[in-house]
């Protein structure tokens, strides 16, 4: 239990959606070819809902891959607004109780796939469910964040050194910087600060310049 709960806590969840989506449309592609080339039954209706369910969540979670057909990328378009994740869940429930519903019409002992793609897909949709409650954003929304971090310590540390610099060039700053200096013990940590990371000396004379 404490395992499992572990795992709801890692923020995980999107990755297990992204990857069981990515499977299932594999499989939906592949089941209904290899049924037609090794002529094995599978339900007309079935057949098609495979199809047309690979597609569309192949575009919804393959972009990059789909993006050489122009109806991919008009699809693409049309579905962005499935990078919420509750409608992405939602998606994929509408898929799961369509082969569930479909399967359970067609009472056919030789329509197993549409069984496990309908409990398959609902899988999904409860990952995609837990990961908008939790919080969780899309691969290129957790890219943009990033970028803006990114951005937003550079000014930081920028405005640190330029800090740095005008307080370099006080003459009192710099009389009890090399009053403080004279202690071996400040020489040290100043030495393995340095060793420790190369850039730091060639930071500091450039924050001292400005």
């Known amino acids: 239990m404490d395992a499992c709960m572990q795992e709801v806590r ?3 969840f999107k ?11 594999l499989l939906e592609m592949a089941v209904p070819i290899l ?19 690979s597609v569309l969540a192949g575009v919804l979670e393959l972009p990059m891959c789909c993006g050489c057909l122009q109806c991919c990328r008009f699809l693409g378009d049309k579905m962005k607004v499935f990078k919420n994740f509750m409608l992405r869940a939602l998606f994929y429930a509408c898929v799961s109780a369509t082969l569930l519903a479909v399967s359970a019409a067609i009472e056919s002992e030789n329509n ?8 398959a897909n609902g899988i999904n949709c409860f990952f995609y469910m837990i990961a ?6 899309a691969g290129d929304e957790a890219a943009d964040e990033a970028v803006v971090r990114d951005k ?13 610099g005008g307080a370099a060039k006080d003459p009192k700053v ?6 403080a200096m004279q202690d071996p013990e400040n020489q040290k940590l100043v030495g393995d600060a340095v060793k420790s ?12 310049r400005v």
Not at 174 to 179: K, S, T, V
């Open 10 to 12: 890692s923020g995980n």
């Open 15 to 25: 990755s297990y959606a992204r990857w069981l989506a990515v499977i299932d449309v």
């Open 35 to 53: 049924c037609l080339v090794t002529n094995r039954t599978l339900p007309v209706i079935t057949f098609v809902l495979l199809i047309l369910f």
């Open 112 to 119: 197993p796939a549409g069984w496990y793609f309908g409990i």
């Open 132 to 137: 908008s409650m939790k919080g969780e954003v």
């Open 152 to 164: 937003a310590r550079e000014a930081l540390r920028n405005q640190a050194l330029t800090a740095a």
């Open 174 to 179: 710099q009389a009890a910087a090399a009053e």
């Open 197 to 208: 990371n190369p850039g730091l000396a060639a930071a500091a004379l450039k924050a001292a």
